[in-house]
Structures are given as C-alpha cells and as structure tokens.
Nanobody, 124 residues
Framework: VQLVESGGGLVQAGGSLRLSCAAP????????IGWFRQAPGKEREGVSC????????YYADSVKGRFTISSDNAKNTVYLQMNSLKPEDTAVYYC??????????????????WGQGTQVTVSS
C-alpha cells in the first residue's frame, strides 16, 4: 500500500493550504484515514482522522475549527483543508491508514500505512 501526499508549501500566517492524500489501487473507504504531523524537535501529533464506516471526522484540539478533513471515494483521495494557519502548524504532514479507530490514532497509536509526507511551512 502506498499513500502519496501533496499540497504542502510555504504560506503566511492566516493563510490556507489543502493537502491531498491519494492511494492508487487502494480502497480508502475500507480504512480509517488520519493525518499526523512531525515538526523538528517535537513529538508526532495526530491532527485529524476520518472513519471508514460513517465517515465521522475527528480533530486534535490544536486544529479544531481551523482544519477540515474530507474524502472523495470516487477519487480515492482524502483531503485536509487547513485555514487560519499559524507558525506552530509548520511540520511535515503525513497521511496514514489503518483499521484502528480514529480515537486511538489521535491518542498516539500509529497506523500501519503512511506516505512520504509533505512539508508545510507557515511564516509569521
């Protein structure tokens, strides 16, 4: 299983980015899909997750109200819309897939499959 993230870049504080996570040949709708981020010197943080069953969405408190996760099953793609970005959102963002519940993912459990990551840099 290969996940491919895209959409990262450099943006000023207050700006927006939309990240995409695609997986050719992989049926997203059977898995819970999460986004986590890793910044230098910081612990990995699960920021959002969308469940396979009802497509329920979950967010870390640090991004709630600013980030929105969504999926397009026809395109086998999951998106992370990031608005009102802050310098502390700077990190490499990864999407990940597994059968583990989203709640576990946001509490720090690792998902089995993830991509190469995409860099998000927010300047002040």
């Amino acid at each position: 299983v290969q996940l491919v993230e895209s959409g990262g870049g450099l943006v000023q504080a207050g700006g927006s980015l939309r990240l995409s996570c695609a997986a050719p040949g992989f049926t997203f709708e059977n898995y819970n899909i999460g986004w986590f981020r890793q910044a230098p010197g910081k612990e990995r943080e699960g920021v959002s997750c969308i469940s396979s069953s009802e497509r329920s969405t979950y967010y870390a408190d640090s991004v709630k109200g600013r980030f929105t996760i969504s999926s397009d099953n026809a395109k086998n793609t999951v998106y992370l819309q990031m608005n009102s970005l802050k310098p502390e959102d700077t990190a490499v963002y990864y999407c990940a897939a597994d059968y583990l519940p989203c709640g576990a993912f946001l509490r720090g459990w690792e998902y089995d499959y993830w991509g190469q990551g995409t860099q998000v840099t927010v300047s002040s």
